[in-house]
């Protein structure tokens, strides 16, 4: 037995803390002091066990001098009795508490509040001869000052008093659930709705490209036919032969004929799916289709990247699809095919933490979008040195002025710490080395090409042929739908028309010198990207613009490649992604403005004027970019081209007729003596002078010489020419035979 400070009787072993029902704990001991007090009793019988147990705890605080008295006493007892041979035991707890707190401020008398429960639970449990009878009763009486101190929880922190009026919490969702939460979540985020609209609209904006994709083609069937070969040949070869990709079956028995012209090398995979005209066209429509919703959601991309909302980053994205002048290239898939251009400028910017408006921020650099960023640059590179080349040299000087900008802020011009990160770096060196040697490895072949065929090379006269005049940037293409035929006169005073009616849209011109003065973009800002208009304007104007001599035959002289480039015209690419940002700021501006209206109106709901106000600008230039582009019939296949063996040649030959034929070998690819590109070989040329007397011995030997087995001549397409009549006539004497396959003769030599 031990006896505690009041001088009661404790058994040994009987702790004194709270029991296991959770007694109330000893109070707080204030100025005057507190008295806590226990005592326990526990007395054995014959045949029965009692257990009583008496608990008392006192506590009392007094402070101020006008006392307020909190009492609070609670009273439990418990019975249990049991049966003969069984225990018994009866607990009884009481605790009295008594806690006095000065008020100052009032003078109320003391407040008590009693509570009292009384529960009687009798239980009996017959577990054999002897039965049990277990009896329980609880009363509790509480007396609670209200100015009283917040109760606590079983951990003993304070439980806040408005706890029980919560609401309930939220059930935490299966797994089903919440990977459906997650899809919703990601068919409503911004980018999946601006690619199901891209896409929405490069299928209504080019129709009907898609009515008929297996026998029609965009604007005519002479270049598109040859880039559908090109894409049906770079997946064959990677296919089965990749070691002979820029040695095609075309312009047989050149080497490097696939280097002819841009190769569009980056549709490769799309390539290696369908065999056959049917599939080459086909895959050609879908490309052209896609290469659409790219170049608007690449534009997209970069105006919101550099701080455009998103009206105006949709204005900027459709005016750099859809400017009118691009319709006089739909039959160029590798001009069309641009979007990686702002794409890849978006991820670097996004990559290194930079926006147009908003600055320098290295909080938001990622390595991931850096890496990307370059590796969208090399794809775009692949399709093409046309547009490529550049967007290379773009891509060179924007590194160039950062470096060297960053350099200055940060060692010489007022000193700043601006972090750019080691692994950037490494993403930015290794990224830039892909994005250089997948161009050095392409401009292998073209070296070889221009080597072996110095014909092939342009001159500055060239380069005049297609260099537009400023009539040119207001004058639209026949395939455009509200401006066609209005601008007939102005087309007629153009040498070349196809590349050099330029027109980008007047309502881009319209928004974009709005946009000179009303725009989210600084002054400067504004005034850069008017510079970057007007000097690429000055380039595609070639030789014109003072013949060229300061501005565009700088770049044709010096930059490496650049004479490559036949059509100036097509750095209008560049005027219109400018224009497009320019007035990507007119109208962000006036959709925060309208912003600002609406929320100034309570509640806060825009206007439904001002909502269709900030769509107008989207909905006129697309208005202006739609178009009357035909769509002709490709011809149909002759069966020669899929029963006879190579090396052919094909009668009558020519730069447009050879296109066409360079499509109908994508069955079997055999070599073709015929082909189609930016330049014709000299023994291309030496092939059709001689064979226009074919069949004779002269032309029979020549085309033995250079290895051609075949002779495949079109009855439909020798109306007018000499082989009319000399298709029929005898040819014993040359050593050769002929045979009708379908609507061709066969010469076998």
């Known amino acids: 037995m031990t006896t505690n400070a009041t001088g009661g009787a404790q058994p040994t072993g009987q702790t004194d803390g709270p029991d296991e029902q959770g007694s109330t704990p000893p109070g707080a001991t204030g100025e005057d002091g507190a008295a806590d007090a226990t005592a326990t009793t526990r007395t054995p019988g014959t045949d029965d066990v009692t257990e009583a147990k008496s608990t008392t705890t006192d506590a009392a605080r007094n402070s101020g001098t006008d006392d307020a008295t909190d009492a609070k006493s609670t009273t439990t007892d ?88 919560a609401p309930a919490p939220d059930p935490v969702p299966g797994r089903p659930r919440r990977a459906a939460r997650a899809a919703g979540r990601l068919l409503v985020h911004e980018w999946t709705l601006a690619t199901l609209a891209a896409l929405a609209l490069a299928v209504g904006m080019t129709w009907p490209t898609l009515r008929y994709p297996l026998y029609t083609l965009p604007q005519d069937y002479w270049d598109p036919s040859l880039q559908a070969w090109q894409m049906a040949w770079s997946g064959h070869a990677l296919r089965t032969e990749p070691a002979q990709l820029f040695h095609s079956n075309t312009f047989f028995p050149e080497q490097w004929s696939f280097a002819f012209s841009d190769m569009l090398l980056g549709y490769a995979p799309a390539g ?180 072996l065929h110095p014909n092939a090379a342009r001159t500055l006269g060239d380069i005049g042929v297609y260099s537009p005049p400023a009539l040119g940037f207001f004058t639209a293409p026949a395939e455009s739908r509200v401006w066609g035929e209005l601008h007939e006169a102005a087309r007629a005073t153009l040498p070349w028309h196809p590349e050099m009616t330029l027109l980008p849209g007047f309502v881009l011109y319209a928004l974009a010198a709005g946009g000179l003065f009303f725009s989210v973009w600084k002054l400067r800002q504004r005034l850069l990207l008017l510079a970057g208009v007007l000097v690429t304007m000055v380039l595609a104007m070639g030789t014109r613009f003072f013949d060229g001599t300061f501005t565009y035959g700088l770049l044709f002289e010096h930059l490496p490649g650049w004479n490559g480039l036949r059509t100036p015209g097509r750095m209008m690419l560049w005027t219109t992604l400018l224009l497009g940002l320019l007035a990507a700021g007119a109208v962000s501006a006036f959709a925060d403005r ?139 004497q040359l050593g050769i035979t002929r045979e009708e396959v379908g609507d061709a003769v066969v010469f076998r030599l």
């Open 272 to 451: 290696m799916i369908g065999i056959g005209p049917e599939a080459a066209v086909l895959r050609y429509n879908i490309m052209f289709v896609l290469a659409h919703a790219l170049a608007t959601l690449g534009a997209y991309a970069l105006a919101r990247q550099l701080g455009a909302g998103r009206a105006g980053a949709a204005v900027a994205g459709v005016s750099y699809t859809y400017a009118p002048w691009l319709l006089a290239q739909a039959g160029h898939l590798h001009i069309v095919s641009n979007g990686g251009i702002p794409l890849a400028l978006a991820m670097l910017a996004r990559g290194h933490g930079w926006s147009l408006r908003y600055g320098y921020r290295p909080e938001r650099r990622h390595e991931g979008w850096t890496y990307t960023g370059w590796l969208v640059a090399a794809w775009q590179l692949s399709l093409g040195f046309g547009i490529g080349l550049p967007f290379a040299y773009v891509l060179a000087g924007i590194v160039l002025v950062a470096a060297t900008t960053w350099f200055l802020r940060r060692w010489v011009v007022r000193p700043v710490k601006r972090p750019f990160g080691s692994r950037l770096f490494v993403a930015d060196l290794v990224g830039g080395l892909i994005f250089a040697g997948v161009g050095a490895l392409l401009a292998i072949p073209y070296f070889k090409v221009a080597e």
């Open 78 to 165: 418990a019975a249990k009795t049991s049966g003969t041979g069984g225990p018994a035991r009866v607990e009884r707890t009481t605790t009295d508490t008594a806690r006095t707190t000065g008020d100052t401020d009032k003078d109320d008398p003391a407040d008590g509040k009693p509570a009292t429960t009384d529960t009687a639970k009798p239980t009996t449990d017959d577990g054999g001869n002897d039965g049990a009878t277990d009896a329980k009763a609880a009363t509790t009486d509480t007396a609670k000052a209200t100015t009283g101190d917040a109760g606590k929880d079983g951990d003993g922190e304070p439980r806040d008093r408005w706890s029980a009026f």
């Open 594 to 732: 309208v912003g600002e209206i609406a929320a100034e109106r309570a509640p806060y709901r825009p206007s439904p004027w001002l909502r269709v106000a900030t769509v107008v600008p989207v909905l006129l230039v697309l208005l202006e970019g739609l178009n009357v582009t035909p769509h002709p019939v490709v011809p149909e296949q002759p069966v020669a081209m899929r029963t006879v063996d190579g090396p052919m040649l094909v009668l009558p030959s020519s730069q447009n007729l050879d296109q066409p034929v360079m499509l109908w070998s994508t069955s079997t690819f055999p070599d073709l003596v015929n082909g189609g590109s930016g330049f014709t070989p000299t023994q291309l040329d030496e092939v059709r002078r001689v064979s226009l007397a074919f069949p004779d011995q002269t032309s029979v030997d020549y085309l033995r010489t250079l290895g051609v087995r075949n002779v495949v001549l079109l009855r439909d397409q020798i109306v007018g020419t000499p082989w009319e009549v000399t298709v029929d006539a005898p040819v014993d």
